[in-house]
Nanobody, 123 residues
């Protein structure tokens, strides 16, 4: 089992920045791939970014490229999502997820999920 706990969400003005953290515990070695997803009210959960175990490979959704950066510190079992130039369309609950294989784009490829952290961007 793997437990994931997100933190760092909050209210920020458009153009501002936030850094989300996802602390993992348990059998983290069994879930090398980590991802971030978000879900806005009335919308489906959508892929934001993912990172491989070593951190050498990262993937980002087109909507956040150039603004969001995903990174990880395996010594701390923590994954980060640095979000810059935020806009109101980024408002959503952000979820951290852990998995082993399959398409990094799809929620179904991840086995474990955190409880989510709310990000609200005001205009």
């Amino acid at each position: 089992q793997v437990q994931l706990v997100e933190s760092g969400g909050g209210l920020v003005q458009a153009g501002g920045s936030l850094r989300l953290s996802c602390a993992a515990s348990g059998r983290t070695i069994s879930t090398p791939r980590m991802g971030w997803f978000r879900q806005a009210p009335g919308k489906e959960r959508e892929f934001v970014g993912a990172i491989s175990w070593s951190g050498s490979s990262t993937w980002n959704a087109d909507s956040v490229k150039g603004r969001f950066t995903i990174s990880r510190d395996n010594g701390k079992n923590t994954v980060y999502l640095q979000m810059n130039s935020l806009n109101p369309e980024d408002t959503a609950v952000y979820y951290c997820a852990a998995g082993t294989s399959g398409s990094y784009l799809l929620p179904g490829s991840y086995d474990y999920w955190g409880q989510g952290t709310q990000v609200t961007v005001s205009s």
